[in-house]
Nanobody, 123 residues
């Protein structure tokens, strides 16, 4: 059984930064893809960013390009989402997810999910 646990969410002012972390435990696949999604009460679960198993390939949603950076540390089974220049509209619950192989962008391709961490951008 694989478990994903996110951390690092919180309250931040517009223009500020946060770094989210997601640590995996259990029998994790070797070549898995890690992704971040976000969800608000008014939206579905939207793709934010993803990274392949060795960090060599990344993908981002257009609305975070240039502001967010995804990275991973396989030795620690952890994936990070560095968020900068945060905007009000970045407020959401952020979910970490993992999959063995498939589309980076579709939530249905991901096999494992964390419980989510709240990010609130407010002045």
């Amino acid at each position: 059984q694989v478990q994903l646990v996110e951390s690092g969410g919180g309250l931040v002012q517009p223009g500020g930064s946060l770094r989210l972390s997601c640590t995996a435990s259990g029998r994790t696949p070797k070549n898995w893809i890690m992704g971040w999604f976000r969800q608000t009460p008014l939206t579905g679960r939207n793709f934010v960013a993803a990274v392949n198993w060795n960090g060599g390939t990344t993908a981002y949603a257009d609305f975070v390009k240039g502001r967010f950076t995804i990275s991973r540390d396989n030795a620690k089974k952890t994936v990070f989402l560095q968020m900068s220049s945060l905007k009000f509209e970045d407020t959401a619950v952020y979910y970490c997810a993992a999959q063995r192989g498939g589309s980076y962008y579709s939530p249905s391709e991901y096999d494992y999910w964390g419980q989510g961490t709240q990010v609130t951008v407010s002045s």
